[in-house]
């Protein structure tokens, strides 16, 4: 299965060289690895395409791969937490209008958006809440793997 891996960039890099967090890094890099190790599937991550920092890159550029991307995916797997990302909440939209099977995934406790809390209302977009690294990769294993018509009309 081919998976889109959506996650922010906002507020994850150091001020310094706008490299990725190291604790984000590893976090964003065991989802990957679960995905494609054990899953057994295909997933593009954006943080990972850019060499795991912000770019000088023309946005155009990263925009179009990206919509690539989400067109050749079966899945967008969406990584949110309290504030939203405009890249993240793009591509859950992209991929929401293309009927594309969406997963969003959110620290327990934390609130949903109004538009992603929407979304999730009308069936559109699986909901997955994790506590620790361990329980969020269970959960999409299962996620991942349920038939289309357990998850989103």
Known sequence: MKIFLSAPFTGKVTNIDG???????????AILEDLRTDGGHEVFSALEEEDWRLTIKAPAIGVSKDLEEINNADILIAIVDEVPSNGTQFEIGYSVALSKRVILVKPAGQDVTFFNSGVIALDK????????????????????NAPNDDLTS
């Open 19 to 29: 490299a990725i967090l190291p604790e984000y890094r590893k976090f964003i890099e």
């Open 125 to 144: 977009m699986t909901l997955v809440q994790y506590d620790s690294l361990s329980n969020l990769l269970a959960q999409l294993t299962i996620a991942v």
